[in-house]
């Protein structure tokens, strides 16, 4: 699992070996059940082949964060987004995932909310007319508002609808939010499967003939498609690496190391099969 720093952004966002996704939420200083929820949302994406990438609420020098994020946002195959809180970064980081295309999984608590108060920084009976414009007495009395969703109330004109899910269930129900995520990137899985083999086929090598960049891009869509699988069958990995193994070997062109870094931790997922525990 990879992390922004408060400090400013990490400078690795994403590690070879697993599909990388971003996550995105509002800090615990905005939304107080946070914490709870990105446990079971990480949880969920580590245990189906997905490189954790949290991004945090704040960052000191926003030009270096931004252009971390997009290099991010680039090289991911898929964006979690948790609108509680409705900050203004989580609906930027929204925005530049949907603007590249990434398939992008919308959630929120049933009764998140748009957290007003918090947009104005720290407030004081000193500054607080000066900085919102209003007494700090009705100040105190804003109401923040429920941030509306549902089948019948698309998030925008972008039309994409965002799951529910409730914080307070999950406690009880460890399950809920893994289900959930599970119907919902099982609706977009061709699509993450799309821009996994996008992104290896950026890595195709140089001077590559068209008979065996053919081959390449063939192999790629097959270990796209494998390493979606939480559990994959080790004979699939392994005619996966023989396929590239053999590509190099005839077309006498190394193959990329993105290539055999991902094919390596479909090992390590298969080793967690369960007839493999059995033995």
């Known amino acids: 699992m990879e992390r922004f720093q408060r400090t400013g952004p990490s400078a690795k966002l994403s590690s070879e070996g697993e599909l990388p996704c971003i996550l995105v939420y509002s800090s615990y200083a905005h939304v107080k059940h946070i914490k709870s929820t990105l446990d079971y949302v990480t949880e969920y994406l580590e245990n189906n082949g997905f490189r954790v990438v949290l991004l945090k609420d704040e960052a000191k020098d926003l030009s270096l964060y931004s252009e971390e994020f997009l290099r991010a946002a ?15 970064n989580v609906l930027f980081e929204f925005g530049i995932l949907f603007g590249l295309g990434k398939p ?18 720290d407030i004081t009976d000193q500054n607080c007319q000066m900085v919102t414009g209003l007494t700090i007495s009705k100040f105190q009395k804003l109401q923040n508002p429920l941030i509306k969703s549902g089948s019948s109330i698309p998030f925008s004109d972008l039309s994409m ?3 529910e899910y409730d914080h307070e269930a999950s406690k009880s129900e460890p399950e809920h939010i893994s289900r959930l995520l599970n119907s919902n990137i099982g609706k977009i899985r061709t699509d993450i499967e799309k821009e996994g083999e996008r992104l290896l086929r950026e890595k195709t090598p140089a001077s590559m003939s068209e008979f065996y960049l053919k081959k390449f891009q063939e192999y790629v869509a097959k270990l796209s498609i494998l390493a979606l699988n939480p559990r994959p069958e080790e004979k699939d990995v392994d005619d996966i690496i023989m396929d590239f193994k053999n590509l190099e070997i005839d ?23 369960p007839d493999k525990n059995d033995n």
């Open 104 to 121: 992008v999984v919308l959630l929120r608590d049933k009764n998140a909310e748009i957290n007003i108060k918090t947009l104005y920084g």
């Open 161 to 163: 609808n965002v799951s």
């Open 74 to 88: 680039k090289n991911c195959v898929l964006g979690v987004v948790i609108l509680d809180g409705f900050r203004p």
């Open 251 to 273: 077309s006498k062109i190394k193959m990329p190391s993105a290539i055999y870094s991902l094919i390596g931790s479909l090992y390590k997922s298969a080793a967690k099969r």
